[in-house]
C-alpha cells in the first residue's frame, strides 16, 4: 500500500554541497529556465513597490468601533486577493520568536553526524530531509529541513526533536504553544470577516483536535542563484501557515498575477498565508496563493513555517453558508489525509494540486 517508504536515490545536503566551495552547481538543483528568479518580473523589494499588507492585530480589539472595522477591512482584503499577510502586536513574545529562530540556527550548524541522526524518511517526513517528493531524478530545492508534528499530542514525539543544542526542545514546545494560541485567534478573526459564527472554521478543522507541525527551513548560500530556487513554486495544503522568516535576509516571494512580489520582512511579524484547506472551506473567498524561495550567494537563512491544519480525518468542503445558487461549492469533501498523499508524492509543483480538486462543472 505505502509506496513512499524511502528515498529513490541517495540523499545529499545541501548544505554540504555549499560547504564544500563548489562554484558550480550540479545539474539536479538547476531550475529550467523559465522557472528561475527573472528580475525584471520581481517587485516589492524594497523599492517602494508591493508588498503584502502589514496588520497591527491589536486594531483588532480598539476600543474605537471605526480602528476595529477598518483594520477587519484590510485583513480581508488581504485573505481574499493576496492570500497573505504579516502581523505584528500579535501577542507572541518577541524574544520568544528569536530564541527559536537562534537555536534553530545553531541546530544546522551542528556537525553533520549531530543531525544525520535525525535523517528522515517519505513516509513521515519526520526529522532532517533535503528533499520533497519522491519523483526519482526529479528536480531538486536548494535547502535542508527539519519536519516535526506537535499536534495531534498522539503524533508528538519530542524524542524526533533534535536533543541539540540543550534547549531545542524546550523552545519548541513553548514557541509552538504561543505560535497555537495565535493561530486560534486567526481562525476567529477570519470567521468574523467570513460573516459566520465566531467558531466555524475551528469547529470545522475539528474544533481542538487540529493537526500542527512545523518545518524548519535552512536554505544555504548558492553559488549560482540566479539558477536555483530555495523551494520550488507551491501552495500550502494545510489550512494557514504561520512563518517566522529570517531577520537579517529575504528571499519569500509571493505571486501577484503574472510577477512574484518579493516580501520585505518587517521586524517581529509573523508572514501569515491562507492554505489549500481554508481555500476549499471558505469556497475559494479566501486563496491559498503560490509562492517560492530565491537564493542567495552570500547570506543563509532560516525561516519556521508552522502549519496550521484540520484534524486529518474529516471531510473538509466547502462550509454551507458560503455555499450559494450564485457561487455553487466549487470543491468536492475531502479529507485532509487523502489530500497530504499527493503531496509528498510529488514535492512541490505550483497550485495543480488544489485546482485539481474542482468539482467538474
Ligand atoms: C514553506 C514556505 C517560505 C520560506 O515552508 O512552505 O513557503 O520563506 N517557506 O521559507
Ligand atoms: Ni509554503
Redesign the pocket.
Known amino acids: 500500500m505505502n509506496c513512499l517508504q524511502s528515498w529513490p536515490e541517495p540523499v545529499v545536503r545541501v548544505q554540504s554541497l555549499s560547504d564544500s566551495g563548489i562554484r558550480l552547481i550540479p545539474d539536479r538543483y538547476i531550475k529550467r529556465s523559465s522557472e528561475v528568479p527573472s528580475t525584471s518580473l520581481c517587485s516589492g523589494g524594497g523599492g517602494g513597490g508591493d508588498n503584502i499588507p502589514v496588520i497591527d492585530l491589536g486594531e483588532l480589539y480598539s476600543a474605537d468601533r471605526a480602528i476595529r472595522e477598518k483594520t477587519l477591512v484590510r485583513v480581508s482584503a488581504a485573505c481574499r486577493e493576496w492570500g497573505f499577510l504579516q502581523v505584528v502586536n500579535h501577542g507572541v513574545s518577541h524574544e520568544l520568536m528569536a530564541a527559536a529562530r537562534e537555536v534553530w540556527r545553531e541546530f544546522f550548524h551542528l556537525p553533520p553526524e549531530a543531525k544525520q541522526a535525525y535523517a528522515n524518511s517519505p513516509s513521515t517526513y519526520e526529522g532532517y530531509g533535503s528533499r520533497l517528493g519522491v519523483e526519482k531524478g526529479a528536480k531538486l530545492d536548494w535547502s535542508d529541513y527539519f519536519f516535526l508534528n506537535y499536534l495531534p499530542a498522539s503524533l508528538r514525539d519530542e524524542k524526533k526533536w533534535p536533543s541539540l543544542p540543550p534547549s531545542c526542545r524546550q523552545k519548541i514546545a513553548d514557541y509552538s504553544e504561543e505560535v497555537v494560541k495565535l493561530a486560534g485567534k486567526l481562525m476567529k478573526i477570519f470567521s468574523i470577516d467570513l460573516g459566520l459564527e465566531e467558531d466555524c472554521l475551528q469547529q470545522a478543522f475539528g474544533g481542538e483536535d487540529i493537526g500542527c507541525c512545523l518545518?524548519v527551513?535552512f536554505y544555504p548560500k548558492c553559488p549560482q542563484p540566479d539558477l536555483a530556487l530555495g523551494?520550488s513554486p507551491h501552495s500550502?495544503p494545510g489550512g494557514m501557515?504561520l512563518?517566522l522568516?529570517d531577520e537579517n535576509v529575504s528571499?519569500?516571494q509571493v505571486r501577484r498575477g503574472d510577477n512574484w512580489v518579493t516580501v520585505k520582512p518587517v521586524k517581529n511579524a509573523f508572514i501569515v498565508n491562507i492554505g489549500d484547506q481554508l481555500q476549499v472551506l471558505t469556497n475559494a473567498n479566501y486563496k491559498s496563493v503560490e509562492?517560492r524561495?530565491i537564493v542567495n550567494s552570500d547570506q543563509e537563512r532560516v525561516?519556521l513555517?508552522f502549519f496550521y491544519n484540520p484534524k486529518g480525518d474529516i471531510p473538509i468542503e466547502p462550509a454551507k453558508e458560503l455555499v450559494t445558487e450564485d457561487r455553487p461549492a466549487l470543491y468536492p469533501p475531502m479529507t485532509f489525509n487523502e489530500y497530504r498523499v499527493f503531496i509528498r508524492t510529488r514535492g512541490p509543483c505550483g497550485k495543480s494540486q488544489v485546482e485539481a480538486l474542482k468539482s467538474p462543472r
Do not use: E, I, K, Q
Open positions: 518545518r527551513n523551494l500550502d501557515t512563518l522568516p528571499g519569500l509562492h524561495v525561516s513555517a
